[in-house]
Each structure stands twice: as C-alpha cells, then as structure tokens.
C-alpha cells in the first residue's frame, strides 16, 4: 500500500496549501480527495507535485507492505 502522509508534511514545510495547489498550480479537487484516502495516482501526477513541491518522491508517498 502507498500513503501520502509525507505529502501533507511536505506542503506545510514548503508553504504550499491544498488553496494554492488547485488555484496556483491546477491540481484537480478530486486528485486531492484520492490523496487524502491513500487512493491510487499516477507516476505523471508524482512528478507534478515532486516538481510542484522541490522535492523528491519519498517526500511524498511511503510504500507499507500489504
């Protein structure tokens, strides 16, 4: 299983709000609804926040074993 609990870690560190990710940056609502329920995601839209936020992927995601 993939979480996305760094993400929201990772945001607050950098400045960024969930606001500015889908007025700034056209991050879709729904896209940041999959996140908050560790829902799947694409490599595409990794990169785009990994390049949104300066960061890298484990910045953003943790891999648990199922």
């Known amino acids: 299983m993939i979480k996305y609990d760094k993400l929201w870690e990772t945001m607050k560190e ?3 709000t969930q606001y500015k990710l889908t007025n700034d940056h056209h991050i ?3 896209l940041l609804h999959r996140l908050r329920k560790n829902e799947g ?3 595409n ?4 926040l990994c390049n949104i936020l ?3 992927i484990e910045d953003i995601a943790t ?4």
Do not use: R
Not at 45 to 48: F, G, L, P, R
Not at 63 to 66: L, N, Q, V
């Open 63 to 66: 891999h648990y074993k199922d």
């Open 14 to 16: 950098k400045g960024i």
């Open 41 to 43: 995601i694409s490599m």
């Open 28 to 30: 879709s609502k729904s």
């Open 45 to 48: 839209t990794i990169n785009t």
């Open 54 to 56: 300066d960061c890298s």
